[in-house]
């Protein structure tokens, strides 16, 4: 028998280690009572739950209020510091907002947060009179919020086929690429159409085809699985 801190060998009729004073172990003596090492004399205390919302909260509240304070003292008028509180409560509403829940769900957040972005690029858009928000940013956001919101919904819900899931969604991301560079044309160039979007949409639906091949095929899938490691 042995200590179990040190590792002095230990005679059988032994209560403790005669070297660091740890009470013996021994794994076919039930012990009633007794604590090998001695209770901490300050438990650890566990954090309140609303304890990280709190303190992330505070620290996004005060460069908001320092910024805004030195607009409004050099601007008299709320200028630049309106970008920088609105990318930093964008950045709130994706990051922190859902530490408030005890069990955040993603189907809920993942659009809440495409929402924030699409409110921070309106304002942005406004405040340059860009004119680009509703023929460009609004659909480019909508698109890529419903997608992820719909790859997220399925992978949560659906137990099965993450292979249909991600090969549908690089198929979809593929035939919305014309319609991406219609949205650039038509908002930021006089050129004509160039049709640089059919080389990426065709990478895109390969990929997204070649998943759902693998999805259909179970040999084919165990050979990728072998070969991958996966």
Not at 47 to 73: E, K, N, Q, S, V
Not at 98 to 126: D, E, H, M, S, T
Not at 132 to 138: I, V
């Amino acid at each position: 028998m042995y200590c179990i801190k040190c590792g002095v060998k230990l005679a059988d009729s032994e209560k403790e280690c005669p070297l660091c004073g740890t009470k013996v172990y021994h794994p076919d003596i039930q012990q009633k009572d007794e604590y090998m090492y001695p209770k901490n004399k300050y438990p650890s205390q566990e954090m309140h739950p609303l304890g990280w919302p709190i303190f992330l909260t505070a620290c996004f509240l005060i460069p908001i209020i320092i910024t805004l304070a030195c607009d409004l003292r050099f601007s008299l008028s709320i200028t630049w510091s309106g970008y920088v509180v609105g990318a930093l409560l964008m950045i709130y509403v994706m990051l922190v907002l859902p530490f408030w829940f005890r069990k955040p769900n993603p189907v809920i957040f993942v659009p809440c947060a495409f929402a924030a972005i699409g409110v921070y690029l309106l304002y942005i858009n406004l405040m340059i009179n860009g004119g680009w928000f509703l023929s460009f940013a609004f659909p480019l956001v909508t698109f890529f919020g419903v997608l992820t919101t719909a790859i997220v919904t399925l992978i949560r819900y659906v137990k099965k086929g993450k292979l249909y899931i991600f090969g549908g969604a690089f198929i979809a991301l593929g035939i919305y690429m014309p319609v991406l560079e219609m949205f650039i044309h038509k908002t930021f160039s006089d050129d004509g159409f160039m049709g640089w979007s059919f080389y990426p949409m065709a990478g895109l639906v390969l990929i997204g085809g070649f998943l759902i091949f693998l999805a259909i095929c179970r040999p084919a899938r165990e050979v990728m699985e072998r070969k991958f490691f996966i």
